[in-house]
């Protein structure tokens, strides 16, 4: 493979990214048009590639997370200290934030930033250093907030109980362990704004692409989700691509291979777009351990393993 986040690639302000923009759409579209297509009617489990898949949310529990999705818009769009953060260059439109659950639901004793920061996770694009690396730092915990309970309307957290059921039911048993709710690190309301491209890319576990398994709900607008497998360098593994729709009231879910070998982007059907991603689990630094990053994603992308074959360059949600 040799690069690598969930809804886009190619982050970067140098000052060429409508060009790359542009570049990347015309790539995910003809790969769309040549990618094994799963149709609307594919079990949970898409075929022919490991750790992938698809669900309808039951619509009381969909109506309930929309509403949660919005209150975090919400409590983002009305605080004087908090903003969304973009999703690549600084021209770029669209917008994601992060929220992290009361305390009392996941029980760590501990608030979500502390969470990550304790795991080690850096909170910006593995490819900043320096002032941009911490101005892009400033950037993420400032479009983060850390939810209360009361804010929350009710049923919620069964809701969230019922999507937790539904995605332990479609991972590989290896993963089931962190798909819960004291392993839901973060959720992720992300905004299109016109922008109707999501790309190519991988999400970076030990920066802001975190999470061992990630879901996305779809809050509004429909799309093609494309996933690319390149292969890794030193094999034999055939290029391998595949794409399936998804509307609102409908989650796909990265884990295993789809999560830590393939880039995946979005080509969204109308300019508005939102939907919701669920961060779940943190890998651990290095190799090493039952999720380490390294032996998990790293090694597959160029940031990892030195291979110049990489297309996607950051953890964008």
Same mark, same amino acid.
């Given at each position: 493979n040799g690069?690598?986040?969930?809804?886009?690639?190619?982050?970067?302000?140098?000052?060429?990214?409508?060009?790359r923009e542009e570049e990347g759409h015309e790539e995910a579209e003809s790969i769309a048009s040549s990618a094994v297509t799963a149709s609307a009617a594919t079990p949970p489990r898409l075929p022919r590639y490991h750790g992938v898949g698809r669900f309808d949310l039951p619509p009381g529990a969909f109506e309930k997370?929309?509403? =949660?999705?919005?209150?975090?818009?919400? +409590? +983002?769009?009305?605080?004087?200290?908090?903003?969304?953060?973009?999703?690549?260059?600084?021209?770029?439109?669209? @917008?994601?934030?992060?929220?992290?659950?009361? @305390?009392?639901?996941?029980?760590?004793?501990?608030?979500?930033?502390?969470?990550?920061?304790?795991?080690?996770?850096?909170f910006s694009m593995r490819e900043y250093s320096g002032q941009r690396k911490r101005d892009d730092e400033t950037r993420n915990w400032g479009a983060s907030v850390e939810l209360e309970e009361a804010q929350l309307s009710g049923g919620t957290k069964e809701a969230l109980t019922e999507v937790i059921a539904l995605v332990r039911g479609i991972v590989p048993p290896r993963y089931r362990k962190v798909v819960s709710m004291g392993c839901l690190m973060a =959720? @992720?309301?992300?905004?299109?704004?016109?922008?109707?491209?999501?790309?190519?890319?991988?999400? @970076?576990?030990?920066?802001?692409?975190?999470?061992?398994?990630?879901?996305t709900i779809v809050i509004r607008g429909g799309g093609t989700i494309v996933l690319v497998d390149e292969g890794d360098d030193g094999t034999d593994e055939?290029?391998?691509?595949?794409?399936?729709?998804?509307?609102?009231?409908?989650?796909? =879910?990265?884990?295993?291979?789809?999560?830590?070998?393939?880039?995946?982007?979005?080509?969204?059907d109308g300019p508005n777009r939102e939907s919701l991603n669920l961060r779940f689990g943190l890998h651990t630094?290095?190799?090493?351990?039952?999720?380490?990053?390294?032996?998990?994603v790293d090694r597959h992308w160029e940031w990892g393993a030195g291979s110049d074959k990489g297309r996607a360059k950051s953890g964008y949600g």
């Open positions: 690069s690598g986040s969930d809804d886009g690639g190619g982050g970067g302000g140098d000052g060429d990214g409508d060009g997370i929309v509403l =949660l999705n919005d209150t975090i818009v919400g +409590l +983002l769009s009305a605080s004087n200290t908090k903003a969304f953060a973009g999703w690549g260059h600084e021209e770029d439109v669209r @917008q994601r934030g992060y929220a992290f659950l009361p @305390q009392a639901w996941h029980g760590a004793g501990a608030t979500g930033r502390e969470r990550l920061e304790s795991a080690g996770v850096s =959720l @992720q309301p992300n905004r299109h704004n016109s922008n109707k491209y999501l790309p190519l890319h991988a999400d @970076q576990p030990m920066n802001e692409g975190f999470g061992v398994v990630i879901v055939e290029v391998a691509s595949w794409s399936f729709p998804c509307h609102a009231g409908s989650a796909w =879910l990265l884990s295993s291979h789809a999560r830590n070998k393939a880039s995946h982007g979005v080509l969204a630094a290095g190799a090493g351990g039952e999720f380490g990053a390294y032996d998990e």
